[in-house]
């Protein structure tokens, strides 16, 4: 390729990202960054209160549910909650001791276990999620308005890779 195909396909390209941030920039990924934890904190908070309940479990909860089955792959589920197969593997321990997911055979793999959400858990999922979804509301939406509310999920899907 020729210095000018080069620098066409560049500028086709758009901007090149600067090797470091601005101040400015990195100011609003901080900002992101407390944002995210300042309400995860909160949510997680509320939910052990109130329901005796981790946010990452409830996590696990929310994703069976509305798994086909209520069932997921236990790599698949590692992936939705965003944990390590290990994490993933230890937390379904707990919640499979307290009765909320059952551990059952892959039917088109010997070898493969997914985990499966009870009736248990699925009623358990549904009273937490009164404290879940309230908090949502209080700590998450109602600092925004519909305008910033559409803004913020149309960055955060460009976000995700």
Request: proline share 3%; hydrophobic share 40%; aromatic share 2%.
């Amino acid at each position: 390729m020729t210095n000018t195909a080069t620098s066409a396909a560049q500028e086709d390209a758009g901007p090149r990202p600067r090797s470091a941030p601005t101040r400015d920039q990195l100011a609003a990924w901080r900002a992101f960054l407390r944002a995210h934890a300042s309400i995860t904190r909160a949510l997680e908070a509320e939910l052990v209160t109130e329901q005796e309940l981790s946010l990452a479990s409830y996590d696990v909860l929310v994703q069976l549910a509305e798994a086909p089955d209520r069932r997921l792959r236990m790599t698949e589920l590692a992936d939705a909650v965003l944990l390590s197969r290990s994490g993933v593997t230890r937390l379904v321990d707990r919640l499979e001791k307290g009765g909320l997911v059952a551990r059952c055979p892959v039917e088109s793999d010997g070898r493969g276990v997914a985990a499966r959400l009870t009736d248990a858990g699925l009623t358990r999922l549904r009273t937490a999620s009164r404290t879940h979804l309230r908090g949502v509301a209080h700590h998450f939406v109602a600092q925004l308005d519909d305008s910033e509310l559409h803004a913020l999920e149309r960055i955060s899907r460009r976000l995700v890779c």
